[in-house]
């Protein structure tokens, strides 16, 4: 992992005692310099174009976390330039993933489209200057003109027209008097310029489309390249942190705030968050819901912040997790078990532990009382003493799991099976002593004896069993549904096929399975949505929205395997 360095040893009075890394090296000589006169001032621009991801929360978290850190301020802006793709529902939803991920940006939401009229007149103060050109030439043929790494590019015929012409066609364009496609503004720059993005790019386009925030008004709208640096300079930004892909663009934003005369902010690049198993790009994950490979946005599967709320991951443990991979210059892929291990540690700590049956299979215990019902006291969380203890009821018909038995074991399965005595947590030993079977032969119920010496789930003698199960009690436990969730894809970079199928022919067909007859303690009747639980040896679970007065639904957060341990030591040894 890049940049675990020591806590900075230089304490000014703007200097965390965080990690340090190349971001904050870069602040930090600004401080010195006092080229912003010590402020701190960043902003997370999303494009309302579909739900927030992993790779989001990463450029959320070093953005405002940056702010925060350094006793700055943060805003939070849609850069809402393409109406055709945009929608109210991804603005939505972008504010409530922030505010979940436990950021708040007081009263600075903004919108680039609130900078339109501003954003005009920059264009028309460009084409003034001779710095910008109406350009008629086709897309096709404006692509055949830009040349290509190898080749320069070659000059519009268009390119020198008078600035008045300019001004009456840009004036034109905007009033709605030429269709879709008929022409474009653009820059005057350099055809030749190794940079491509500097050969002359598009800065506005006609484009007789409806916005979900200015409605009519406009029917030319600004290219992102035009809106981002310059919404960033009307904000003050000061380090206006992004991904690489923008490396290549930051010429261009420099050389329009320079022919523009305005305020300044520095663009640092970082390496984009990407996951093995997981697809991150907004496009795909379009194509996951629209297609129907997942339930919605929010599907558990889904890397989109919503779909991990709903998984049951805490923000907590996304924040530790991007604190985590660290940030980096070059892109890299981070295994999905470190998310899952961020996972696990947080809820470790704060989950309660309680007993779930998955897969019921019936246990009489047939010298226990018929009609007796005892309860015994479960420990909450043994890592938190103030969470207390519940008490369980116990009864003479029980379900444990049905992979707890097997009539024919194999030597190393230490579970129940015919003549073999186990611990039931909290409660008893029991020993099996027969079973019980259907028609077809299937084991329907497992028949045991329980000794009234062992109460509690310790033996008075001492003698040791080598296994404990958990249970639930027959008559008092409550149904539920239990969905468990495996990977989306059945391999690890379904990115980059090596045989080049599309990567929705890489969805694990196995990737959801849902179990309706599952059996929960009594004390988990009613819980709410979002309630997050340890079902004992099975993991951690989260009740899902689906629930209801009565209907019980829950969502396998993670397994209890660390499987991130096992990725760590394989890649030691
Ligand atoms: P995608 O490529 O997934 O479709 P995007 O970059 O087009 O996403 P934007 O709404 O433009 O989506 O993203 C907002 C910000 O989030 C950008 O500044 C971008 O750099 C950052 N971002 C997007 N994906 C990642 C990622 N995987 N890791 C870190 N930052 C990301
Ligand atoms: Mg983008």
């Known amino acids: 992992m890049e940049n675990k360095e020591p806590a900075r040893q230089d304490t000014g009075p703007n200097t965390p005692a965080a ?182 790019p598009v800065l506005y386009r006609i484009l007789h489309a409806e916005h979900p925030r200015t409605g009519n008004a406009w029917c030319i709208y600004p290219m992102y390249d035009f809106a981002h640096g310059q919404s960033d300079s009307i904000e003050g930004i000061t380090h ?25 902010p520095r663009q640092i690049e970082f390496a984009r968050l990407n996951l093995t198993y997981t697809v991150m790009s907004k496009r795909r994950l379009i194509r996951l819901v629209q297609e129907g490979y997942v339930r919605g946005w929010d599907d558990p599967r889904m890397p989109t912040l919503s779909g991990l709320r709903r998984r049951g991951y805490p923000p907590e443990a ?121 028609e077809q032969g299937n084991i329907v119920e497992v028949q045991c004896t329980y000794d009234p010496a062992t109460r509690g789930g310790d033996a008075a003698d001492g003698r040791k069993v080598k296994a404990t199960l958990h249970w639930v009690s027959a008559a008092h436990a409550v149904e539920a549904e239990v969905r468990l969730y495996d990977h989306l894809y059945t391999q690890s970079n379904p990115n980059d096929d090596p045989e080049g199928r599309d990567f929705t022919a890489l969805i694990n067909p196995r990737s959801l399975e849902v179990l309706t007859s599952c059996r929960v303690e009594p004390g988990l009747a009613g819980a709410a949505a979002g309630a997050r639980y340890q079902f004992e040896r099975l993991g951690y679970f989260v009740v899902d929205p689906d629930s209801d007065a009565g209907r019980l639904v829950f969502n396998r957060t993670v397994t209890l395997r660390d499987e991130w341990a096992k990725i760590q030591k394989a890649q030691q040894g």
């Open 240 to 264: 206006s942190i992004c991904t690489l892909e923008f490396e290549d663009h930051r010429p261009l934003y420099d050389w329009l705030i320079e022919q523009l005369g305005i305020y300044h």
């Open 19 to 200: 990690p340090s890394n190349f971001i904050r090296e870069i602040i930090d000589e600004d401080n010195r310099t006092g080229r912003y006169n010590g402020r701190v001032h960043t902003r997370f621009p999303p494009e309302p174009n579909g739900y927030l991801h992993i790779g989001h929360a990463k450029s959320i978290c070093l953005n405002f976390g940056l702010a925060e850190d350094y006793g700055g301020k943060y805003n939070l802006r849609f850069d809402d330039t393409n109406p055709i793709k945009e929608e109210q529902e991804y603005i939505d939803a972008i504010i409530q993933d922030v505010r979940w991920l436990g950021f708040d940006w007081q009263d600075r939401l903004y919108y680039a489209s609130d900078y339109f009229e501003q954003l005009y007149q920059w264009a028309v103060q460009l084409i003034k200057a001779g710095k910008a050109y109406v350009d008629h030439l086709s897309a096709e043929a404006m692509r055949e003109y830009r040349g290509t790494l190898t080749e320069p590019g070659r000059e519009s015929p268009y390119r020198n027209r008078s600035v008045e012409e300019n001004l009456a066609l840009f004036e034109q364009m905007r009033a709605g008097e030429l269709p879709d496609g008929t022409c474009v503004l653009r820059a005057k720059i350099d055809m030749a310029s190794p940079n491509l993005n500097m050969r002359d």
């Open 318 to 438: 996304i924040r530790a997790f991007v604190e985590m991979t660290g940030v980096a210059k070059s892109n890299s892929t981070v295994e999905i078990a470190m998310l899952e291990y961020c996972v696990r540690q947080d809820l470790n700590r704060r989950a309660p532990r309680v007993m779930g049956v998955l897969r019921p299979l019936r246990v009489v215990l047939l010298n226990y009382p018929e009609g007796q019902v005892e309860e015994f006291e479960a420990v909450n969380n043994p890592e938190d003493p103030a969470a207390g203890t519940r008490k369980v009821p116990f009864s003479r018909e029980l379900y444990i799991e049905q992979d707890d038995f097997m009539e024919d074991p194999p030597d190393k399965f230490y579970r129940l099976a015919p003549g073999r005595e186990v611990r039931l947590r909290y409660a008893y030993f029991i020993k099996c002593v027969g079973v019980v079977k259907d």
